[in-house]
Structure formats: structure tokens, C-alpha cells
């Protein structure tokens, strides 16, 4: 491990300095997981009491995963133009996630496509439910049991466990404070969009 001023620079193979995307990949992904199950979880709350609210609340969670989803994508793809030498390998953990986003991208036309609220809400509910279920699947149970590409997947060590301590003690000083704050702007901007909703939605009544 090397310092480029106060800042930690990895030195492992074809990984380099591109090592620092870390802060910024890992946390996108983390926030998406976090707000889809949120969103699963009022979506759940929404089918046990038909409360309006819980599929608002759902809905904007979904909306701001898939925004961090998007960036998790592209700076996934930004790493492996560096490290594997293509910006989409034909890996089955990059191809899961995009099945992943893609199948929120169809609750979202989903919801558009019908005009009644308590009927929109709950064929959206039910569809959340499946889309969390195919998300868990394509993003952590498939590459673990088939050959990727991807750190921690298909037999390839995580970061923390290469012999030359990649991910040492000063690198996770930054990593977990930015997964935190990820997360917690993540669930910030949820909030906002859901209070907007509410607003909205007392303002037309």
C-alpha cells in the first residue's frame, strides 16, 4: 500500500488506483439494496391494510434505488474498462444487476399503465415483491454458484481477503464513513420525494 499525499494508493496487480472507485461503487449498490428493501417492506405494509401511503412511500423508495442503481452501473463499468479491459464483461454478476434494474424499470411502467389507485397499488405491490426476489437472485445467489468475474463471487476472494491487504485499515477509515453516508443521503432523498407526494396528494384533496 503507497500514499499519494494523505490518501491510501493500492498497489495489486491490474487493480492500481482504480482501487479508490471502492468508495463510490460499493456504496451505490449498498444504497440501492437498502431502498428496495424499504420499499419491498411498505409494499408488504401496503397489501396488509390497503394504506395508500405505504405504496407512496414504495414508490419513491424504488425511484431513488434505481437512480444509485444507474450510478452503481456505470461506475461498475467505468472499473472494468480498467481492471478486466471492457467496459460490460460477459459476466454473470454485471448481466444480473442489469436484469435487476431493468425489471424495476418495468414496475415503474407498470404503475403508469394504470389510471386506479388502490388497483395500481396493489398489482404494484405484488410485482415489488417478485422484482426484490429476482433482484436477490441475479445479484447474490447466482454469482456465487456459477464462474464471475467479481470480487467475492464465484470463487474470487473479496477485497479484504487478498494476501496484500488491498482493502487494509486505512482504506476502510474512508470506505465504511462513505457506504454510511451513501446510504443515509440515499434515504434522505427518499424522504423528501415522499414528503413532496404527501403534499401533493392533501393539496388535491
Do not use: C
Not at 2 to 18: A, H, R, S, W, Y
Not at 52 to 79: C, H, N, P, R
Not at 110 to 131: C, F, K, M, P, T
Amino acid at each position: 500500500m503507497g500514499f499519494k499525499g494523505n490518501v491510501p494508493q493500492p498497489e495489486i496487480g491490474n487493480l492500481d488506483e482504480t482501487i479508490r472507485n471502492l468508495y463510490f461503487h460499493v456504496p451505490m449498490w449498498f444504497t440501492m439494496i437498502g431502498l428496495l428493501t424499504a420499499s419491498l417492506a411498505n409494499s408488504i405494509k401496503y397489501l396488509s391494510g390497503f394504506n395508500l401511503s405505504y405504496d407512496i412511500k414504495a414508490d419513491e423508495q424504488a425511484k431513488t434505488a434505481m437512480v444509485f442503481g444507474v450510478f452503481g452501473l456505470l461506475t461498475g463499468m467505468v472499473w472494468a474498462r480498467f481492471t478486466w479491459g471492457d467496459w460490460w464483461a460477459n459476466d454473470v454478476k454485471l448481466n444480473g444487476a442489469a436484469i435487476a434494474v431493468l425489471s424495476y424499470l418495468a414496475y415503474f411502467v407498470l404503475r403508469n399503465s394504470i389510471n386506479e389507485q388502490q388497483q395500481r397499488a396493489r398489482i404494484a405491490a405484488v410485482y415489488n415483491i417478485i422484482a426484490y426476489v429476482l433482484m436477490i437472485v441475479f445479484v447474490f445467489v447466482l454469482p456465487r454458484v456459477t464462474d464471475s468475474l467479481h470480487p467475492g463471487n464465484g470463487g474470487n476472494p473479496a477485497f479484504s481477503l487478498y494476501d496484500n491487504g488491498d482493502l487494509n485499515s486505512n482504506m476502510r477509515m474512508v470506505f465504511y464513513p462513505a457506504v454510511a453516508g451513501w446510504v443515509l443521503m440515499g434515504f434522505w432523498i427518499a424522504n423528501i420525494r415522499k414528503r413532496i407526494r404527501f403534499i401533493e396528494k392533501e393539496a388535491q384533496a
